[in-house]
């Protein structure tokens, strides 16, 4: 009964949190409802009584906070601002040379450089490239391998 009471109140304060910050950041509150939706679903398959219960309780939180940080992410504008500067500085940049991105709706931003440039034993241009992308103020670096297509376009390969 008392953790039916936790379950509860728990998954109330989500949904209240959610609609309050629903006018700030829509993206983020659709992602934690859902995530608190799936989680909560997720936990329904475990257990059994009171275990059943702190399960739904454990999926609905891990949920809301997994789908916040998933809502909180890129949008589909980042994502082609992103994909086109990529695509741009494989095609035309030096290697060290840095171009930027940014989202002015958004107002997130990145940096995509190439770092290396070399040809295949399959004789196939690939270039080791840096990126970094931030959103909300906090920076995520990736490092990777994209090579040129027959048709033309660059994949990315590791």
Not at 6 to 11: G, Y
Not at 115 to 137: I, K, W
Not at 148 to 153: E, I, K, P, S
Request: with cysteine; proline share 2%; hydrophobic share 30%.
């Amino acid at each position: 009964m008392n953790i039916t009471r936790i379950t509860s109140a728990a998954l109330v304060v989500l949904s209240l949190s959610a609609c309050a910050e629903l006018q700030n950041n829509p993206k983020r509150s659709l992602g934690t409802l859902l995530g608190a939706g799936l989680g909560a679903l997720a936990g329904s398959q475990i257990g059994g009584g009171t275990g059943r219960l702190a399960a739904i309780a454990i999926g609905a939180l891990g949920g809301a906070y997994l789908g916040g940080e998933v809502g909180r992410s890129l949008d589909r504008a980042d994502r082609a601002r992103a994909d086109r500067t990529a695509r741009n500085a494989l095609e035309y940049n030096r290697t060290g040379e840095t171009v930027r991105w940014r989202n002015p709706d958004s107002g997130h931003s990145g940096t995509f450089t190439p770092t290396r440039t070399y040809r295949t034993a399959d004789d196939r241009n690939c270039r080791e490239y840096r990126t970094t992308v931030t959103v909300g103020g906090r920076n995520r670096d990736a490092y990777g391998t994209a090579c040129r297509q027959g048709d033309g376009t660059w994949k990315i390969t590791q």
